[in-house]
Antibody
Framework: QVQLQESGPGLVKPSETLSLTCTVS??????????WGWIRQPPGKGLEWIGS???????YFNPSLKSRVTIFVDTSKNQFSLKLSSVTAADTAVYYC??????????WGQGALVTVSS | SYVLTQPPSVSVAPGQTAKITCGGN??????VHWYQRKPGQAPVLVIY???ARPSGIPERFSGSNSGNTATLTLSRVEAGDEADYYC??????????FGGGTKLTVL
């Protein structure tokens, strides 16, 4: 059974960098068939895709966030990570990691709440 | 930019049929996926490529997509179906795009 688990600080100060890691179990992050992605949901709002990565290093991002987002893979730990720079209160959200097969996201983590506040 | 529109809420009595819509310009030309999210749980893919059901999803869940509306249909609704439901498409300009979500309430 594929499982994903987000981890990282739950509180980040404005203008700093948000960092989250997703640990994958039950599957190899080096599987050629999958991309690995980040999706978030601000309070009271809908889901917003942030970006995705293939273990080969190929990445693509939501145009609205692209300038602030970095996603990278650590194959030795079967993990992938998100960095979002220059955060503001608008970046407060539940952040999900997920596996993408072709088009849909077929497995998701439970989500991690990140609050941006001083 | 492309926009997916879902009703904020749908209510249905147990045993009845619930229909959750996802509107978008010519959405029938796109592939639509549906997710169920219960509080504190990971979202679950319930329908993909308009009408396909992943392994483990009951046959009570079905999907259709035509024209400007995609529809998720839950037949014989149970209390355990109460959740938020989201539609999603891939759009060339916005990549992966989600609808605003619909809260299904079982009366």
């Amino acid at each position: 059974q594929v499982q994903l688990q987000e981890s990282g600080p739950g509180l980040v100060k404005p203008s700093e960098t948000l960092s989250l890691t997703c640990t994958v179990s039950g599957d190899s992050i080096t599987s050629i068939s999958y991309y690995w992605g980040w999706i978030r949901q601000p309070p009271g709002k809908g889901l917003e895709w942030i970006g995705s990565i293939h273990y080969s290093g190929n990445t693509y991002f939501n145009p609205s966030l692209k300038s602030r987002v970095t996603i990278f893979v650590d194959t030795s730990k079967n993990q992938f990570s998100l960095k979002l720079s220059s955060v503001t209160a608008a970046d407060t959200a539940v952040y999900y990691c997920a596996r993408r097969t072709r088009d849909p996201f077929d497995y998701w983590g439970q989500g991690a709440l990140v609050t941006v506040s001083s | 930019s492309y926009v997916l529109t879902q009703p904020p809420s749908v209510s249905v009595a147990p045993g009845q049929t619930a229909k959750i819509t996802c509107g978008g310009n010519n959405i029938g030309s796109k592939s639509v996926h549906w997710y169920q999210r219960k509080p504190g749980q990971a979202p679950v893919l319930v329908i993909y490529y308009d009408s396909a059901r992943p392994s483990g999803i009951p046959e009570r869940f079905s999907g259709s997509n035509s024209g400007n509306t995609a529809t998720l249909t839950l037949s014989r609704v149970e209390a355990g179906d109460e959740a938020d439901y989201y539609c999603q498409v891939w759009d060339s300009a916005n990549d992966h795009l989600f609808g605003g979500g619909t809260k299904l309430t079982v009366l």
